[in-house]
């Protein structure tokens, strides 16, 4: 081991310091300022005879974070019947989250963006300008909660404070209310009322209605389908629904309307048993 004792000195002036033995390293005991400093030692024996001064380390101190601040400003949804942006609180059914924001002002070199849920840091976004963006690369999971901020970090590892935090709620599992569609009235020419399923109309302008398995819980709605095709919403009262197709039907076209329950988060009931007809 060393026998010598080491002495720092910081711009050519010896400051106190500890030395570890284990790390060789030198600490100063007492905190530097912001700057560039050289960084020199020697070492002195039990005789009192001191080595030639090292060559010169220079390292510049940094602990002003940056002033450019860092915003989260969406968070995009991809997955399920509900797509786009999440409101801050609101939920979600997509486990693999885009979050994107501002910058106060552009980065300059060095400085890049931090993205945390809650205290953990997750990755760095991907930077344009005064605009970011970043994948959040975890599968979430149903029920799980997240709360992005963004800082701005400098090469020291100064950082901007905090924005407001972007939360929302992971919710994959589907309503257990589920919708049926019961009735298709045809309200033109001399054949008027409900309409078979599988039947015809004359009416090219159709009114459906269904019935649900319980009364909807709030956020929850019903969302009409021709086929695959998404229609509207129907207009709900208690465990009974109605829905005004807006398009105008031509002759021989069919339709194939089913009902789904959705959920705030975009999850949906299974669909019912298709409701048929052909305009003729």
Do not use: C, M
């Amino acid at each position: 081991g060393l026998t010598d004792t080491p002495s720092l000195y910081v711009d050519g002036v010896k400051v106190p310091a500890t030395y570890d033995p284990v790390t060789g390293t030198l600490t100063p005991t007492t905190p530097l300022g912001d700057g560039v400093h050289q960084f020199t030692t020697t070492l002195t024996d039990a005789a009192g005879n001191v080595s030639p001064v090292s060559p010169a380390l220079a390292l510049t101190v940094d602990t002003v974070a940056p002033t450019t601040t860092a915003s989260v400003t969406a968070i995009r949804d991809d997955v399920g019947a509900i797509t786009g942006t999440v409101a801050s609180g609101g939920v979600t059914d997509d486990t693999s989250l885009v979050v994107s924001g501002t910058l106060s002002t552009g980065l300059i070199t060095g400085e890049r963006v931090r993205i945390y849920d809650g205290s953990s840091y997750l990755g760095d976004a991907t930077v344009s300008g005064t605009s970011w963006t970043y994948a959040d690369s975890r599968t979430l999971t149903d029920g799980q909660s997240v709360s992005y901020t963004a800082r701005v970090s400098d090469p020291a590892g100064n950082q901007s404070a905090a924005g407001t935090a972007y939360t929302a709620t992971v919710d994959t599992v589907a309503p257990t209310t589920t919708a049926s569609v019961t009735a298709i009235r045809d309200d033109v020419g001399a054949i008027t009322g409900t309409v078979a399923s599988g039947g015809v109309t004359d009416d090219t302008s159709l009114v459906v209605s269904g019935t649900l398995s319980t009364g909807l819980i709030t956020g929850e709605r019903v969302r009409i389908y021709d086929g695959s095709s998404y229609l509207g919403d129907a207009t709900v009262s208690g465990t009974s629904w109605t829905y005004a197709d807006s398009r105008t039907l031509t002759d021989g076209q069919s339709v194939s309307y089913t009902a789904r329950v959705s959920d705030p988060a975009g999850n949906q009931s299974a669909a019912g048993t298709a409701y048929t007809a052909t305009v003729d």
